[in-house]
């Protein structure tokens, strides 16, 4: 009898101890093989035994393996990197990743999407001619990286400048990994200067982080359509940090020139989805009829679940219509005292400067035309 109080007092003090903080932090640093054993207590008879560690009987006193919560369980599987894949709660949800928006994206009319043409505005000062200049350059190197030639009327259907589906969406995601980059410097720039300065900004900075916002969510849809091979993304690395430093010094020399250059750099993006507009008009991309539009694109623009790619580039060169439309603006401002009109309401009964399409106008409104 004293035998059988002695393993109950013993098998008591074993659970306390598994079931202990200390214990258990211990056992979540071990791999999932520590817990495949199983400690039995088990006890035949009153007779003591000297003979054998172990017996067998009908009364035997089992204590089970220690029960891991869910939470533990993820724990440990992280901790020893084995067999997250196989587990279910390692698994992510894709619904888990949509968040709303944080601007959200004003709605567009099929009208007015259409309504975009190709516009160019005439340089005037030195600081567009410099602008222009920058521009040109840029896209001349931006068409070797991609392999696009951009050819003359009539000759869209020549093989030489015919341009496949791949083609055209690495073209894509190079374009808006840069076109992301202005309005986050731009933004940057004056909140930095807003906070020494110890006063408002006129609400610029609201526009040029929404605009570079925009510009991502442009790069995450071409994503999901397109994954860049290792070339790529090394011209995307090497540009992007040349092309951000570049941008930062100048803007801080001088901003007026710089949104001169978005501006511009806009103008050619319109034409790079205009061509593509033809080119999926024409037939000449069959491929991209069995493509789906990605939910991120659909949640963003408010998209019907019908909508097709040639609605989504409608969508995006529309965005980058505005984007044209508001750095052409802002460089035609002060660039000290000037509120932004973008951000404003004001009825004067006069066409004003919007966020939607409303009352676009391609080469930017003029600092005598807004009621600011």
């Known amino acids: 009898m004293s035998s059988l109080i002695a393993l109950r007092q013993t098998s008591t003090r074993a659970a306390a101890l598994c079931t202990s903080p200390s214990f258990l932090c211990i056992a979540t640093s071990l791999p999932r093989a ?45 901790s020893s990197g084995t067999e997250k894949e196989k587990t279910s709660l390692m698994k992510p ?16 009319t099929v009208e007015q999407m259409k309504a975009i043409d190709i516009a160019h505005r005439e340089s005037r000062t030195f600081s567009d ?38 083609k055209w969406l690495t073209r894509f995601v190079f374009l808006e990994s840069i076109a992301g980059v202005p309005g986050m410097v731009g933004g940057m720039v004056r909140h930095l200067h807003s906070l020494r300065a110890l006063r408002r900004d006129r609400a610029w900075i609201e526009t040029l982080l929404e605009e570079a916002y925009n510009e991502r969510m442009h790069l995450l849809t071409f994503l999901k359509l397109h994954k860049p091979g290792w070339f790529m993304r090394l011209m995307i ?7 951000f430093n570049l ?32 080119d999926i008009h024409a037939g000449r ?56 009109p973008f951000a404003l309401k004001i009825d004067n009964g006069k066409p004003q400067p919007t966020k939607g399409l409303e009352t676009i106008k391609s080469v930017g409104w003029e600092r005598d035309e807004i009621a600011a």
């Open 129 to 166: 001619k410099v602008a222009l200049f920058a521009i040109r350059v840029l896209r001349k190197s931006f068409d070797i990286a991609t392999g696009y030639r951009h050819p003359k009327p009539g000759q869209e259907g020549m093989t030489e400048f015919r341009m496949t589906g791949d």
């Open 247 to 278: 941008f930062f010094i100048c803007y801080l020399i001088s901003p007026r020139t710089c949104h001169r250059f978005v501006g511009y750099l806009e103008e050619e993006a319109i034409v790079t989805y205009t061509r593509c507009l033809e």
């Open 285 to 340: 991309l069959p491929d991209w009829q069995k493509l789906e539009v990605p939910d991120i694109a659909k949640q963003y623009w408010k998209m019907p679940d019908n909508c097709t790619i040639e609605d989504l580039i409608l969508y995006i060169r529309a965005d980058e219509a505005k984007h044209r439309e508001v750095n052409h603006t802002l460089s035609n401002l002060d660039q000290k005292i000037d509120r932004n």
């Open 93 to 108: 949800d894709k619904h888990n990743y949509f968040t709303e928006a944080a601007w959200p994206h004003p709605i567009y």
């Open 34 to 78: 520590a817990f495949a054993p199983r400690c039995h207590f088990s006890v035949s008879s009153s007779t003591p035994d000297s003979g054998s560690a172990t017996s067998t009987g009908n009364e035997a006193a089992q204590i089970p393996t220690i029960p891991q919560d869910e939470k533990l369980q993820n724990e440990t599987l992280k």
């Open 237 to 243: 690395l090497g540009g992007q940090g040349v092309f």
